[in-house]
């Protein structure tokens, strides 16, 4: 092996069922750290490595390579940590596999739908992490899972603020993930369900009814079924809506990972027939603090403007008149039951759209574009119901000559009038 020029390598050789877990320093201008396989056979998150091939990882990256049969691997550059771990879950993860695989093959002999499985548990108990493995294995042998992500503080699909969809179709790109082609995606608009219960248990609806519909008329997305990850917030409302989920996709299976109380409380609120299983999590997760999660969403919202890795994307920069569009938000602030007005119950004020007169504190929001047919009052009614065909930031907001400025990943001018305000903002730094 030829050593990348200047940076520090080191071997590490793995027996089998073992993994060689690492995380790459976090901040800026942190040295990349590259992974090759250079004997056996190994995989990182469900995706093989190909021998001799560099895959590299930046800032704040949190990997395990982990082995069945056992292999040698080199590091080059000095990550925050490295170490080999014996004590992997990995066996059990692959039993599940293999029990939705057998759910699948059934389905398909009884012209039946394939398993709907939600992933549950607090965070950081490697929640994504079982997800893509699942979906990597199953897409692996040959089937077309999709991938329903209704964490909307760490989307791995969309910008934080969203609930989504997506057909996977290939296994994830061991350093980017799944590639995110034509997801389906909704606005939310905050990084927490709890801000809005009622609409995050709309858009759960929303997403199962498509699902469904796809289902229809696509056997091998019904074959396939589909992976659900939730949110880490598994109290009071956020049990609530887990138990919704459930209901709204039928789900079968649901995988509780590390979280005794919450497993024997999904038990004892499902349906007999829906098999609940405790999973446990993986020693290598790694808890993220506050900060860490929001450099991650921020980096989301970069990515998605700017690009990622090889691939980069330049946005446009233009001004939009306020006359021009229509800027909403979901929701009006909760008002006490005995000030409603007759015939109005607290769900519909959740779920209201809210005219937001664009003033100074616009800037730097992120604002959802909504595929919503452009129209009058009478359109507004599908608007949340409706996916979002892209994202913009509010640059710079001109109240005198009414006009503001936005960060878009494609020019002018907008495809749609009706925009959606989140609470999350983006300060561009380029
Ligand atoms: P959750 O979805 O429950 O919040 P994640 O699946 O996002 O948790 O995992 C948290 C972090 O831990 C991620 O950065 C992930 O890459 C990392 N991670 C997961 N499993 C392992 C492992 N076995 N070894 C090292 N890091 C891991």
């Not at 069922?17 to 004997?39: D, K, P």
């Not at 809005?196 to 699902?211: D, G």
Request: proline share 6%; hydrophobic share 35%.
């Amino acid at each position: 092996e030829v050593p990348v020029p200047g940076k520090f390598s080191t071997r590490y050789d793995l027996e089998k069922e073992t993994e060689l877990r690492f995380e790459v320093e976090s901040g800026e201008a942190v040295e990349q750290i590259e992974l090759e396989l250079l004997t056996g056979m190994a995989e990182v998150f469900g995706s093989e490595l190909n021998r001799n091939k560099k895959y590299t990882f930046g800032a704040g990256a949190k990997i395990a390579v982990f082995t069945w049969q056992g292999c040698s691997v080199n590091l080059y550059g000095k990550p925050e940590v490295a170490y080999v771990s014996k004590d992997t879950p990995m066996l059990l993860y692959l039993n599940t596999h293999a029990a939705l695989e057998q759910m699948r093959r059934q389905a398909e002999r009884d012209n039946e739908r394939g398993p709907r499985v939600m992933v549950v548990g607090p965070t950081d108990v490697g929640k994504s992490t079982v997800c893509r493995l699942l979906l990597s294995y199953a897409v692996r042998v040959g089937r077309r899972p999709t991938l329903v992500e209704l964490d909307v503080g760490q989307s791995g699909v969309s910008v934080p603020g969203t609930v989504s969809a997506l057909c996977i179709e290939r296994p994830a790109d061991v350093e980017e993930g799944f590639s995110v082609q034509a997801p389906l995606v909704y606005h939310f608009g905050s990084t927490t369900p709890g801000t809005n219960i009622k609409l995050y248990n709309k858009l759960t609806s929303c997403l199962a009814e498509v699902y469904s519909q796809r289902c229809e008329v696509n056997r091998k997305a019904s074959v396939g079924g589909c992976i659900i990850n939730t949110c880490g917030w598994v109290k009071g409302s956020g049990y609530q809506a887990l138990v919704h989920c459930a209901s709204a996709f039928e789900v079968d299976v649901v995988l509780v990972l590390d979280h005794e109380r919450l497993y024997n409380e999904l038990k004892r609120d499902l349906p007999h027939f829906v098999r609940v299983v405790l999973l446990p999590k993986s020693g290598g997760v790694v808890e993220r603090s506050k900060e860490c999660r929001r450099d991650t969403r921020d980096e989301k919202i970069r990515e998605y403007f700017y690009g990622f890795r090889g691939v980069t994307f330049y946005p446009f920069s233009y001004e939009v008149r306020f006359s021009d569009v229509r800027i909403y938000k979901i929701g009006a602030p909760s008002i006490p039951d005995s000030c409603l007005p007759l015939g109005m119950s607290q769900d519909d004020t959740q779920l209201k759209l809210v005219p937001v007169t664009p003033g100074r504190d616009l800037t730097y929001h992120v604002l959802s574009v909504s595929s919503a047919e452009d129209g009058e009052e009478g359109a507004r009614k599908g608007i949340v119901e409706s996916p979002v065909c892209g994202f913009i930031v509010v640059t710079n907001v001109d109240t005198q000559t009414q006009v503001m400025k936005v960060l878009s990943p494609a020019p002018r001018p907008l495809p749609r009038h009706t925009l959606l305000i989140m609470d999350i903002r983006f300060m561009d730094s380029k």
